[in-house]
């Protein structure tokens, strides 16, 4: 099996005294493409936020590429291409579209074009100001942006959250693209149908722990399973 990129080993953490995640374990080899399922408030948040730093271990550790990182702090995980797409967009509301793009490029497969090429919107937009852009339009900058960065590893909190239709079909069909291209990624999404459409594996969270793998697209197969875990909220678009 290929080197894991990114591994949580028994992994527990939370808030101060409150443990939310108990002894996780996870990977995901280069290329792959993981789908973190389950209700609100079941820690899948809490799981990114521990991926990336903000949270201290209460035990276990993360690695990056094989090397322990669990003491690094955030920008240091960052750096080292960890690529966080945060739920709550995160755009320069005070530059334009282009100048967000920029600001933290790096050298790399994904630059101006290509993400231009994959958000068309975007190129429309290019000249305008990050306040000025809808919801939709600031997602796609807020993953834009991460990808101009060029991670090793991409997490995406939610990023279909909220949106209009048309817009989670753009940015569903950027994520499958992304995907396609190689972009090794993790995927938090409560709509277990178009999550799993989009990726290669699966795990489900349930009270902060593991409470089922499989490859995603036996799982899409998988009701019981589906309405075990996950509820009827399926597909994005139904809301
Ligand atoms: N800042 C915080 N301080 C204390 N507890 C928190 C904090 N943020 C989240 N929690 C708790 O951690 C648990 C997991 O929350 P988390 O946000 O990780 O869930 P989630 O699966 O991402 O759900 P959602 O889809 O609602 O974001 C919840 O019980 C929540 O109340």
Redesign the pocket.
Known sequence: MAEAVLELRDVSA???E?I??DRVSIDIAAGGSLA?L????????????TVMGFLPLAGGSVLFRGADISRLPPHKRARLGIGWVP?ERDIFPSLSVEENLTVAAQPGRWDRDAVYGLFPRLRERRANMGSQLSGGEQQMLTIGRTLMTNPVVLLL??PL?GLAPIIVEELTAAIRKMAAEGVTLIL?E?HAETALELTSDAIV?ER?TIAHRARSRELLQDRPTLDRFVGMNLVATEE
């Open positions: 939370g808030y101060g409150g939310v995640l973190l389950g209700r609100n408030g079941v820690g899948k948040t809490t799981l990114i936020l739920q909190d939610e959250e938090v409560q969270v902060g």
